[in-house]
C-alpha cells in the first residue's frame, strides 16, 4: 500500500516495488542488499505453527542451527553425520533431567512392587465398596510414601524441559536450507552406485532407498502421508526402533488396568509405532535420520542408568521415616524457612531502629 499520490496531467510517478526470490536462507538473503535494507531475513523462522507454535522458540532454533552448521563447517563436514552429532550433544546435556526421571521410575516402579500385595488385599476386601477402597489405597500410598515419588516420576517436569528442544530441533531441520541437495555420508551410496542410487542423496528429500518411477494414490493414506514414488526405509527403521523403545522404556505393570487405560494404552501404541512413522513416509530424510538417532540413543542411554542405578542402588526409594522423624526438608520448606528468617532480621532491625530513635530524642 503506498501513499496516496496525486499526478498532474502529463505527469509521472515511480511506484515500483522488489521482490526477492530466492531461498528461505537468512544468509543468501542478507547477501541481497534491497531484501537486507527492508528486514526480509525476518521472515524465515522454523516452527511448525499452529499449537506447537509457541515450542518452537526462536532463539532455541537458532542455536541449534549454529550448532549444526559449526559441526559441519569445522568438525564433520558432512551434514548427516552432523544431524546425528547434534542429537549426541543435545541429548547430553539434556542427559541430567534424563537420568533425574529415570531413576525415580525405577524406584515409584519397585515401591509399586512392593505395595502390590497390600493394594490387592484391600481390593479384595472393598470389592463391593469403590468410594472405600479408593480411599484406603489413596492413604496406603501416602502412608508408604507413594505419592511423593510417582508425583517425580511420573511428571510432566522432564518432558517439559525436553520437549521444546525437541520440536525446535525437529522443526530446524525440517525447514533448513542448507541440507537441500546434501547428500548423507559424504555420499558414499552414490559413490558405490556411479551416481545411480538415490539413497540419502538429498537430505531435503525422503531417503529413495528404490525409486519406484510413478506415484501411487492410496485412498484415505494418501491424505496422511502423501503419494508414495518409492520405498524409504528410514520411517520403517524409525517404527522398529519405536517399538523396541516402547517395550524396552515401559515401566512393568504392578497392578491391573482399567479397561479405559488398557485402550489408552493401545491407542498410544499405535499412533508411536505405526501412525507417527507413517506421517514421517515423506518427510526429509535428515529429519528422519534425526529421529532414528534420538530413539536409538534414548534406548541405550536408559539402559546405562538403569544398569548403574540398579548396580549403586540408587533404583530403591529411600528408607522410610519413622513417625515424628524430620526429613531433608524440600526446596519450598527451605524457602520458607528463608523467608522467615529474613522476616525475622527485619523486625530485629526495625526494633533497633525504634531504640536508637527513642535514645536521640
Not at 516495488?17 to 524465515?44: C, E, F, H, M
Not at 517439559?160 to 536450507?177: G, H
Not at 518427510?283 to 534425526?290: H, I, V
Request: charged residues 20%; hydrophobic residues 45%.
Amino acid at each position: 500500500v503506498s501513499p496516496t499520490i496525486s499526478i498532474s496531467a502529463g505527469g509521472s510517478a515511480d511506484v515500483s516495488v522488489s521482490a526477492y526470490a530466492g531461498p528461505t536462507s537468512q544468509k543468501y538473503i542478507n547477501a541481497q542488499p534491497q531484501a537486507s535494507r527492508v528486514g526480509l531475513a525476518s521472515v524465515v523462522v522454523y516452527t511448525w505453527g499452529g499449537p506447537c507454535g509457541f515450542c518452537t522458540f526462536q532463539t532455541v532454533t537458532q542455536a541449534l542451527q549454529g550448532l549444526l552448521g559449526l559441526l559441519h563447517d569445522y568438525v564433520l563436514h558432512d551434514w548427516g553425520l552432523a544431524v546425528m552429532a547434534l542429537v549426541v550433544c543435545v541429548r547430553t546435556l539434556l542427559h541430567p533431567v534424563t537420568k533425574w526421571s529415570q531413576i525415580r521410575l525405577l524406584r515409584s516402579s519397585n515401591l509399586m512392587k512392593k505395595l502390590a500385595p497390600k493394594q490387592k488385599a484391600i481390593q479384595e476386601k472393598y470389592a463391593n465398596d469403590p468410594e472405600t477402597m479408593r480411599k484406603e489405597i489413596g492413604r496406603l500410598m501416602q502412608e508408604e510414601g507413594m505419592g511423593a515419588t510417582a508425583g517425580m516420576a511420573m511428571g510432566c517436569v522432564p518432558g517439559f524441559l525436553q520437549m521444546p528442544v525437541w520440536i525446535a530441533l525437529s522443526a530446524t531441520l525440517y525447514f533448513l536450507f542448507d541440507l537441500r541437495h546434501q547428500a548423507a555420508f559424504f555420499g558414499v551410496f552414490q559413490s558405490l552406485s556411479g551416481g545411480k542410487w538415490s539413497f540419502f542423496a538429498d537430505l531435503a528429500e525422503p531417503d529413495h532407498f528404490l525409486r519406484l518411477g510413478r506415484e501411487i494414490h492410496i485412498p484415505l493414506l494418501s491424505g496422511l502421508m502423501g503419494a508414495i514414488d518409492g520405498l524409504n526405509v528410514m520411517p520403517l527403521l524409525m517404527g522398529v526402533v519405536f517399538f523396541i523403545q516402547q517395550k524396552y522404556l515401559q515401566p512393568p505393570q504392578t497392578a491391573p488396568m482399567t479397561p479405559e487405560q488398557e485402550q489408552q494404552m493401545k491407542i498410544m501404541k499405535v499412533v508411536t509405532v505405526v501412525m507417527f512413522p507413517l506421517m514421517m513416509y515423506n518427510a526429509p530424510s535428515g529429519l528422519a535420520l534425526y529421529f532414528f538417532t534420538n530413539s536409538s540413543l534414548a534406548i541405550l542411554e536408559t539402559r546405562h542408568i538403569r544398569s548403574r542405578a540398579e548396580r549403586l542402588g540408587l533404583d530403591q526409594p529411600p528408607p522410610k521415616r519413622k513417625r515424628g522423624e524430620a526429613g531433608k526438608p524440600g526446596i519450598l520448606a527451605r524457602l520458607s524457612q528463608m523467608a522467615e528468617e529474613r522476616q525475622k532480621m527485619m523486625e530485629e532491625a526495625r526494633k533497633l531502629q525504634a531504640k536508637r530513635d527513642k535514645g536521640n530524642k
